[in-house]
């Protein structure tokens, strides 16, 4: 069975500082990887998805992660942080053609 | 494209009531899901479909039903509303067929159950 564990609820950072969102996978098969955010009443909205190429993804608005297989995890980050990302962030783990399945979210609040 | 189009956007209901949710995608994805999102959670899956005439359970399918007999529309049915289901629903479509293989997600639907 698939899973994904964001470790952390809540994030705060400080505006101008770097992000990092972590999140650890468990899959018996090579997955495909996501993070999505939620801006608050809105809908989710694709950040950027890992699906067997390069290690090292490239998202929306800055934002970058790396899949690393020998630590089952795919870390969010950005260099510096923007008053607009404050949001819900989302890990998101499927394989092949299986529905997508969720972790709980990390909240990231930004601090001007 | 209007992408993926859901309604109402917010509902109250009373205990036992039914309604339907809609949801409606003009990108011709065969795939479509529905989800609920509680408080401080991620999302659930409810339902999911693969194609017209074809659907799945998902995690948390009862007391929900769905119908899907056009690749457009994929409604979701609650029949006797209790306060269990009070949640935020999302609908989502997504083409495993397309190298991008994105699921894209409706603005959701508040629902209250009182």
């Known amino acids: 069975a698939q899973s994904v564990t964001q470790l952390d609820s809540h994030v705060s950072v400080s505006e101008g500082t770097p992000v990092l969102l972590r999140c650890n996978y468990s899959?018996?098969?090579?997955?495909?990887l996501f993070w999505y955010v939620q801006h608050p009443n809105k809908g989710l909205q694709l950040l950027l998805k890992?699906?067997?190429?390069?290690?090292l993804v490239k998202g929306i608005n800055g934002f970058e992660a790396e899949f690393k297989k020998s630590e089952t995890s795919f870390h969010l980050t950005k260099p510096s942080a923007h008053m607009s990302d404050a949001a819900e962030y989302f890990c998101?783990?499927?394989?092949?053609?299986?529905?997508?399945?969720f972790g709980k979210g990390t909240r990231l609040s930004v601090i001007a | 494209n209007a992408g993926v189009t859901q309604t109402p956007k917010f509902r109250i209901l009373k205990i036992g009531q039914s309604m339907t949710l809609q949801c409606a995608q003009d990108m011709n994805h065969n795939y479509m899901y529905w989800y609920r999102q509680d408080p401080g959670m991620g999302l659930k899956l409810i339902y999911y479909s693969v194609g017209a005439g074809i659907t799945d359970k998902g995690e948390v399918p009862n007391g929900y039903n769905v119908s899907r007999s056009t690749t457009e529309d994929f409604p979701l049915r609650l029949e006797l509303a209790a306060p269990s289901q009070t949640s935020v629903y999302f609908c989502?479509?997504?083409?495993?067929?397309?190298?991008?293989?994105?699921?894209?997600f409706g603005p959701g639907t508040r629902l209250t159950v009182l």
């Open positions: 989502a479509s997504r083409n495993p067929d397309s190298f991008v293989d994105t699921q894209y």
């Open positions: 998101v783990v499927s394989f092949q053609n299986t529905p997508l399945v």
């Open positions: 890992y699906t067997s190429a390069a290690t």
């Open positions: 899959s018996s098969y090579s997955p495909s």
